[in-house]
């Protein structure tokens, strides 16, 4: 069956815009995280949605950074007022359980570029 | 901030040798689970180990747990070229659903 897809695969902006990079999970997969990977680092942990809600949404670095997830099922992140520091990959996953219970599948990833 | 570390941080063998990484978190975890991951991009789950486990075997993979020492080492056997990748250790800590993830450690298996 189908994986976890994001699009774009790569985003180039400018400091200042704003963005939305979107993620559709694995369908049936109630829990959907999202993660961001900066060059030669270990993905770091910013949101996770079980069903609609944010359950936990700590890991979002400040206030221009938003995640929805309406239906359940895609997820969007959105970046307001973007720095050139937010440039990294940024990383979806789906799990039909939470984490401690079993493995995350991730998508490719979306490839952000502040300039 | 990461949780955990990946220690070698880089590792170059010749295909056919084993390949060991170790991993070492700072919290009392659910469980810890390991993934690849090549050029950068998505990550591929290898195999989970609860914290009431201590060893677990899947192919060539071989994944020890030490809870008293916060560490972890994956052990790949026979390795092959197709094995390079970066390798990722991920914690799920005691009541929180997400990963933590740790550093990483470079693999090169050379023909």
């Known amino acids: 069956g189908a994986g976890v897809s994001q699009t774009p695969s790569n985003k180039v902006t400018e400091k200042g815009k704003y963005v939305e990079l979107r993620c559709d999970p694995i369908s049936g997969h109630t829990a959907l995280y999202w993660y961001r990977q900066s060059l030669g680092q270990g993905p770091e942990f910013l949101i996770y949605f079980q069903g609609t809600g944010a359950a936990d949404d700590s890991g979002l670095p400040n206030d221009r950074f938003f995640a929805v997830r309406p239906e359940g099922s895609v997820s969007t992140l959105k970046i307001q007022r973007t720095e050139r520091g937010d440039s990294a990959v940024y990383l979806c996953a789906s799990s039909l359980l939470l984490a401690r219970y079993n493995e995350q599948f991730f998508g490719p990833g979306t490839r952000l570029t502040v300039l | 901030s990461q949780q955990g570390e990946e220690d070698p941080q880089a590792l170059s063998i010749q295909e056919g040798e084993n390949a060991t990484m170790n991993c070492s978190y700072k919290t009392s975890i659910n469980n810890l689970q390991w993934y690849r991951q090549n050029s950068g991009r998505g990550l591929v789950h290898l195999i989970l180990i609860r914290s009431n486990e201590r060893e677990k075997h899947s192919g060539r993979l071989r994944v020890t747990l030490d809870t008293s020492k916060k560490s972890s080492s994956l052990l790949i056997t026979a390795s092959r070229a197709a094995d390079t990748a970066s390798y990722f250790c991920?914690?799920?800590?005691?009541?929180?659903?997400?990963?933590?993830f740790g550093t990483g450690t470079r693999l090169t298996v050379i023909p």
């Open positions: 991920a914690t799920v800590m005691t009541g929180a659903n997400n990963l933590f």
